[in-house]
């Protein structure tokens, strides 16, 4: 098992190009079990989610291919055959084989997924969307059983504003009979992103990315060729990143209306921002003012931001007050941070920041994906040298970042851990 090393003060400078959506890729992978011939996907990221959900699609009987961002899958063969645990544990999105797999063959059996740990993360409303289409859906010894006679469309309102029940029941509802409307729906990029694939393969759907979306069932879906929406939360931790420890970084591959409330937040604090067509400018900051945050759903700040503009804020002059409303016990990474000097304190839902402080380097250990992109930035930060173990959580969404940020001037490297180290974070 490896650790990462960041040697912090080294300064970010030149270009970095974002890779294709994690929370799209999950979703368009799973997506292919719907089609009736082969589903080519461009420039899928090269992280776990993914090589998970290919292990996945081939148990079931997928022939699936991956090379170079490339994904070629062949649904042809495929079987309803039961998906209880294993690699449906190491990722949240191995719920959305339970959209596809009952839209194609009216029933499935799936693990409860896993994902990170940010306090409860029920699927109510998915469940709740299925039985609406006409499945019966048991929780048997920690698998979902679903089953359906037939998927018929229906008016599905949405207690919750979810992204994963959104897209969830649009994968089933493509193939139901007669129309569905899914009220209260998400408005997140990457459900556009997964409508526009299945329309795409032969489905109907009208208004992905408003409230209200309306999808009239069709008997059969077909392949198709699609490229991915950029991972806006990747290229919003680089901007962040660039924003903490860089003198001029170009963020490239991005759509910057995906990233305004980020960027509207990091030009509060004095950041210098150009945005391009396809790419970001981020300056030096001489001085940089704190500012609060309150995480809503799409366009509003981004929960998967937070943890890491948290460390930003610990460069800042003053207090901040952060407010997670999706998820209000994401604050893992607070102790970590403090074990590298932040003042920080949790309150409720919220975390209160006090800056500036001049982070100092530590061991520390990522509870999840984007605590571990906050550790990370805090490292590139800190005085001396920062230890993060954990790496399983950052595999799941950040492709080479290592890599890429060493083309940045970053010092960062990882190193395989001693059994005594192994040990020691085992049972911490
Ligand atoms: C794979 C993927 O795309 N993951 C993203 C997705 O997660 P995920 O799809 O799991 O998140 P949701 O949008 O569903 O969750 C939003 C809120 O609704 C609650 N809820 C959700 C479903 C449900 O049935 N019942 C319920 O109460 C959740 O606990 C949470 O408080 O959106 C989150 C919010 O933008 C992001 O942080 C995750 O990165
Ligand atoms: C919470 C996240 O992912 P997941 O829903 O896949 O656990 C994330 O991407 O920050």
């Known amino acids: 098992m490896e650790k990462l090393k960041i040697e912090g003060g080294h300064s970010l400078k030149g270009t970095i190009k974002v890779d294709g959506a994690k929370n799209s890729a999950v979703a368009l992978v799973p997506a292919a079990i719907l089609a009736e011939s082969p589903i080519t996907i461009e420039g899928l990221p090269d992280i776990s989610d993914i090589h998970m959900l290919k292990g996945l699609l081939e148990e079931i009987g997928g022939f699936v291919t991956f090379e170079d961002g490339e ?23 191995s719920y959305y084989l339970m959209g596809a797999l009952l839209g194609r063959f009216n029933k499935a059996v799936i693990g409860l997924p896993g994902g990170c740990h940010l306090g409860p993360r029920p699927i109510d409303q998915h469940i709740k969307g299925f039985e609406a289409l006409g499945a019966e859906v048991t929780n048997e010894q920690g698998a979902i059983y679903l089953r359906a006679n037939e998927l018929r469309g229906a008016r599905i309102y949405l207690d919750v504003v979810s992204v994963g029940a959104t897209i969830n029941i649009m994968l089933a509802a493509v193939r ?15 459900i556009i992103d997964v409508a526009t694939l299945l329309s795409n393969m032969g489905a109907n759907i009208k208004g992905a990315g408003t409230d209200v979306i309306r999808i009239d069932g069709v008997d059969q879906l077909h392949g198709c060729r699609h490229t991915i929406i ?3 939360i990747e290229a919003g931790t680089f901007m962040i990143m660039a924003a903490a420890a860089g003198e001029g970084v170009v963020i490239d591959n991005v759509i910057p209306l995906h990233l305004e409330s980020l960027t509207a937040k990091l030009r509060e604090m004095n950041v210098p921002i150009e945005i391009g067509e396809d790419s970001v400018f981020v300056g ?3 001085l940089l003012k704190t500012v609060d945050i309150k995480t809503l759903v799409y366009p509003g700040f981004p929960t998967d931001l937070q943890q890491p503009f948290t460390s930003l804020l610990t460069k800042a002059d003053g207090s901040a007050i952060v407010t997670d409303t999706i998820y209000p016990a994401r604050f893992k990474h607070i102790d970590e941070l403090r074990r590298m000097g932040a003042n920080v304190k949790t309150e409720g839902r919220s975390a209160i920041v006090n800056g500036p402080v001049v982070l100092q380097g530590a061991k520390v250990k990522a509870s999840d994906l984007r605590a571990g992109a ?4 805090a490292g590139l930060m800190a005085e001396g040298i920062t230890e993060v173990t954990g790496l399983e959580h950052i595999d799941r969404g950040y492709s080479r970042l ?4 060493t083309a940045l001037g970053a010092n960062i490297w990882r190193e395989e851990m001693s059994e005594e180290e192994f040990e020691e974070i085992k049972s911490s």
């Open 71 to 93: 994904m070629i899958i062949d649904p042809t063969q495929m079987t309803a055959m039961p998906l209880p645990n294993g690699k449906v544990k190491k990722l949240r999105a």
């Open 176 to 190: 139901a009979k007669g129309q569905t409307i899914i009220e209260n729906a998400a408005k997140e990029p990457e």
């Open 230 to 232: 950029p991972d806006r």
């Open 284 to 286: 030096k900051a001489e």
């Open 374 to 377: 906050a550790l990370v930035l």
């Open 402 to 405: 290592t890599e890429k940020l």
